[in-house]
């Protein structure tokens, strides 16, 4: 997979994991349960992008 293509897969993902925590807490989720979905998709972007120069 090509980098732009992974990194939008990644942000993709990382709107629909905060829009989901979001609503499993009833509309009432915290700054810290939004960032810390963020920050986890952020970090997955890095394992991804290693594991594909790894490969490469």
């Known amino acids: 997979?090509?980098?732009k293509r992974?990194?939008?897969l990644a942000v993709i993902i990382g709107i629909i994991s905060?829009?989901?925590v979001f609503l499993l807490n009833g509309g009432k989720a915290d700054w810290f349960d939004l960032?810390?979905?963020i920050i986890g998709c952020t970090l997955g972007i890095f394992v991804v992008l290693r594991m594909q120069k790894k490969q490469t």
């Open 1 to 3: 997979m090509h980098t």
């Open 6 to 8: 992974v990194i939008l």
């Open 18 to 20: 905060t829009a989901v």
């Open 35 to 37: 960032i810390g979905t």
